[in-house]
């Protein structure tokens, strides 16, 4: 029987964390004047103490390693649990949500996702609007973590190839990770402050550059407006763009680029191939709404650059209604939050990386129709991709298109009609934000829908996030056997 | 270089026979009175000349052999050239097509898809009505021995998993094929004349079962009304639902069941996966509709069956709207478009046994996270399948996905509304039939679509009838080096 009390510390000890930082929009709110900084106090006194108790009854469970089973354990657990405490904000204070909105909005929140149950955002607290934030915030480090900690270890979806050599025996884990997790860490809190200094220099006030800023590096899309970023039309959409460009690239050649190198960065396939495809598609758009609507360039070009890299990078932040954009742009931005960005940053989807190497893949079995004894490999980067990865990434991609299409069905069986259905699955196991359809409120949010639809959706959001594989086994009765 | 000889004997003889079977819609044109049989006797003698020239030109090609290279070309060239001699009557005579329509028809007509370009099918005279019947069942003739003896020595999209043991060395397939090709022919013609019988025994006119029975065994699906099968209502739909079940199972067993043997069909995993899931979209559909719109079981049972099997087998005839039927009625109906019948027969799309490989094979590479140094293998039937098989049908269903998302937007840049585009994208890459959108006439017919949407389909039916790497492969340049 697997030891649980591993995976209890650490839970607890990041539940502790978490109510900690309670006390940043308990502290906001007071500054405020809003008598709501009480609620966060309480929430964090809650949260603190339970994540004590956690890890003091699991303190048996200290140690430096981590076994492949409770690596999986944990990742799952974390994001199952933290939204119970980060929903208690929500629950207690205004918006007062029902546990099912709360638990959806703290889970959106975490895996970075964006969808909101609130129908006012407006006139919320300020810090229950930062608290939004910072969900998305710990959710995007809590992920760069995973990601170049944990998948690479747990083979999940081929992350297995990003493998540093440091990683290959497990008893190592820990004290290597704790030197990649904090360069890691310096390049996302410095990427944060340069962004919100960078949207205070284009025109927003300090309290929606932190905000902004929070979920643009986290790819997160949560707003403090109804009207999400159409409330900053013009520069600060240009640079929003380029951070949330940055936070959806490999993290590691940022820490490579730090130390002088530049190469790296430059030459990875992945960058290049997620640059050029963004290009792309604001390209085709670009020209077919000048077409079509004879829109004016400049204008145009703003917009549809902010609205693919907001869709691609899987942010999710809204300037425009792009359902008026017509069937054609509509239909890109769809097909690019299927995309996603690239492995080890904060965005979510399929990723450019598995493409690449799907393709490939593609490639090769047609090759192999006409020269079937020639030895024919998959290819990235100019080198041979062991089969064991490729089979992977393949199986990933058709598992991510499988539940897709699974959660559809699903999520019509709770009533939603076939584009909110369509729409709300895409958004919630690709992480993205926003969803269409008769059931959407005003401002976008998901208020309205069934309960089941909810649940349904922070179901999806927790596995897309996880991506799928590493969620999914802790299905099969043998993995709490072995 | 390729030698192309035996390739254009092989077509020229297929245009001669095709040429042949125009002489059937002369005479049914004639034995009704009408002046239309001309029609049919010129483009006859057109198409006649054009294949015995053609056969001619090519004789030195004619040999006992082709090779793998050759079987590519030949197979592709076959779906590519019949429909520019079968498309003739649509334009010479009435209904008096530009190519383009004509052309669509035909192509539709041969890859047994059954989407039509003709607005009124009513008033056509009965040949040319018969003519769509006749092309839809010399294209799931076809289909059946390119599937039984072409594909698996092709190893397209691991049907190389239904080699028989005489085919291994090439030089064999065309004797051995004769023989499986000869009970093949004799299985598929007596199901025919039993559904003709059938037909006429519920009701049908003699007409009517002869065109309903050719383009059900073919699983084609054109029908000589506008209101298609809706003109049937009543016993012909439990008839036709059992006749469209028998065509979308492998005619292998058939032919193992004539010889006296019933374990095979019963045994295999295919066909009890198809009827099982089958079983369970009409269970569900039934109780939604029984629940929402409180209709009576009987009639309910029987609609469903009818549209769940003809969706599922890729038919598509519709005896109602089913777009009235709710969204989670419609979405089990997309999706079962999108899975098909069983391999080696005539259905279409990605077939039932992919989706068992496919969910094995997400099943070991989940299993293998956590236990990654036990041999986990495939099984299929019970017994190991090999990776090369596995690989490439995990390969064919990521290719079908990205090429039907790639057909939406490019269908989606011709025009089409967003629903328009994903539905007939939908029923030209799985060659299931019925589409809908603003731009779909009364009669369900494409002919308001423009050109290059027609011309894209036309492609997209003809990519997905073959199983979409056999066509792709000639896109390689090495290909031809080869
Ligand atoms: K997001
Ligand atoms: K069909």
Same mark, same amino acid.
């Given at each position: 029987?697997?030891?649980?009390?591993?995976?209890?510390?650490?839970?607890?000890?990041?539940?502790?964390?978490?109510?900690?930082?309670?006390?940043?929009?308990?502290?906001?709110?007071?500054?405020?004047?809003?008598?709501?900084?009480?609620?966060?106090?309480?929430?964090?006194?809650?949260?603190?103490?339970?994540?004590?108790?956690?890890?003091? @009854?699991?303190?048996?469970?200290?140690?430096?390693?981590?076994?492949?089973?409770?690596?999986?354990?944990?990742?799952?657990?974390?994001?199952?649990?933290?939204?119970?405490?980060?929903?208690?904000?929500?629950?207690?204070?205004?918006?007062?949500?029902?546990?099912?909105?709360?638990?959806?909005?703290?889970?959106?929140?975490?895996?970075?996702?964006?969808?909101?149950?609130?129908?006012?955002?407006?006139?919320?607290?300020?810090?229950?609007?930062?608290?939004?934030?910072?969900?998305?915030?710990?959710?995007?480090?809590?992920?760069?973590?995973? /990601?170049?900690?944990?998948?690479?270890?747990?083979?999940?979806?081929?992350?297995?190839?990003?493998?540093?050599?440091?990683?290959?025996?497990?008893?190592?884990?820990?004290?290597?990770?704790?030197?990649?997790?904090?360069? %890691?860490?310096?390049?996302?809190?410095?990427?944060?402050? /340069?962004?919100?200094?960078?949207?205070?220099?284009?025109?927003?006030?300090?309290?929606?550059?932190?905000?902004? @800023?929070?979920?643009?590096?986290?790819?997160?899309?949560?707003?403090?407006?109804?009207a999400s970023f159409a409330t900053y039309k013009g520069a600060p959409e240009y640079?929003s763009s380029?951070?949330?460009?940055?936070?959806?690239?490999?993290?590691?050649?940022?820490?490579? %680029?730090?130390?002088?190198?530049?190469?790296?960065?430059?030459?990875?396939?992945?960058?290049?191939?997620?640059?050029?495809w963004m290009g792309y598609a604001i390209a085709v758009i670009v020209i077919y709404r000048m077409i079509r609507h004879e829109a004016a360039f400049w204008p145009t070009l703003r917009e549809v650059t902010f609205n693919v890299v907001s869709t691609f990078?899987?942010?999710g932040f809204a300037s425009e209604d792009v359902t008026q954009w017509g069937h054609l742009a509509f239909t890109i931005l769809i097909i690019a939050g299927?995309?996603?960005?690239?492995?080890?940053?904060?965005?979510?989807?399929?990723?450019?990386?598995?493409?690449?190497?799907?393709?490939? /893949?593609?490639?090769?079995?047609?090759?192999? %129709?006409?020269?079937?004894?020639?030895?024919?490999?998959?290819?990235?980067?100019?080198?041979?991709?062991?089969?064991?990865?490729?089979?992977?990434?393949?199986?990933?991609?058709?598992?991510?298109? %499988?539940?897709?299409?699974?959660?559809?069905? /699903?999520?019509?069986?709770?009533?939603?009609?076939?584009e909110?259905?369509?729409t709300?699955?895409?958004?919630?196991?690709?992480?993205?934000?926003p969803a269409w359809g008769p059931?959407i409120?005003a401002?976008g949010?998901?208020?309205?829908?069934?309960?089941?639809?909810?649940?349904?959706?922070?179901?999806?959001?927790?596995?897309?996030?996880?991506?799928?594989?590493?969620?999914?086994?802790?299905?099969?009765?043998?993995?709490?056997?072995?």
């Amino acid at each position: 029987m697997i030891d649980l009390r591993p995976v209890g510390y650490i839970i607890g000890m990041l539940t502790s964390v978490l109510g900690l930082t309670m006390l940043i929009p308990a502290a906001v709110d007071w500054g405020y004047g809003s008598a709501h900084w009480m609620i966060f106090v309480e929430t964090a006194t809650l949260t603190v103490s339970a994540g004590l108790v956690l890890a003091i @009854a699991s303190r048996d469970g200290l140690r430096r390693t981590l076994s492949i089973q409770q690596s999986f354990v944990l990742t799952t657990a974390v994001w199952l649990t933290l939204p119970l405490f980060g929903a208690l904000p929500f629950m207690i204070g205004v918006p007062h949500l029902g546990l099912t909105d709360a638990y959806f909005e703290a889970m959106s929140g975490l895996t970075t996702t964006g969808t909101t149950a609130i129908e006012h955002l407006d006139d919320l607290p300020p810090g229950v609007n930062l608290w939004r934030g910072i969900l998305q915030w710990l959710g995007g480090l809590g992920i760069i973590i995973v /990601a170049m900690i944990f998948l690479p270890v747990m083979k999940v979806g081929g992350m297995q190839f990003f493998r540093s050599e440091g990683f290959d025996t497990l008893g190592k884990i820990l004290p290597r990770a704790m030197d990649i997790s904090s360069a %890691l860490i310096r390049i996302y809190v410095g990427l944060t402050i /340069a962004c919100v200094v960078v949207y205070m220099a284009v025109g927003m006030t300090g309290f929606d550059a932190v905000m902004h @800023a929070l979920t643009t590096l986290s790819t997160g899309g949560f707003s403090n407006y109804d009207a999400s970023f159409a409330t900053y039309k013009g520069a600060p959409e240009y640079a929003s763009s380029i951070f949330m460009a940055l936070a959806a690239m490999p993290f590691i050649r940022f820490a490579q %680029l730090m130390s002088g190198n530049v190469t790296p960065l430059w030459r990875d396939p992945q960058v290049r191939a997620f640059l050029r495809w963004m290009g792309y598609a604001i390209a085709v758009i670009v020209i077919y709404r000048m077409i079509r609507h004879e829109a004016a360039f400049w204008p145009t070009l703003r917009e549809v650059t902010f609205n693919v890299v907001s869709t691609f990078t899987g942010t999710g932040f809204a300037s425009e209604d792009v359902t008026q954009w017509g069937h054609l742009a509509f239909t890109i931005l769809i097909i690019a939050g299927l995309i996603g960005g690239c492995t080890s940053s904060t965005a979510c989807s399929v990723k450019v990386f598995r493409y690449l190497i799907l393709f490939e /893949a593609i490639k090769v079995q047609i090759q192999r %129709l006409y020269s079937p004894h020639r030895l024919l490999r998959v290819h990235y980067d100019d080198a041979p991709v062991e089969d064991s990865i490729v089979n992977s990434v393949v199986a990933f991609f058709s598992l991510f298109i %499988l539940t897709y299409g699974v959660l559809i069905i /699903a999520l019509t069986f709770t009533g939603l009609e076939t584009e909110t259905a369509m729409t709300a699955a895409w958004t919630s196991i690709a992480n993205i934000g926003p969803a269409w359809g008769p059931e959407i409120t005003a401002n976008g949010s998901v208020a309205k829908f069934p309960d089941s639809a909810k649940w349904l959706m922070s179901a999806a959001m927790c596995i897309g996030r996880l991506e799928l594989m590493s969620v999914l086994v802790l299905f099969l009765p043998r993995f709490w056997r072995a």
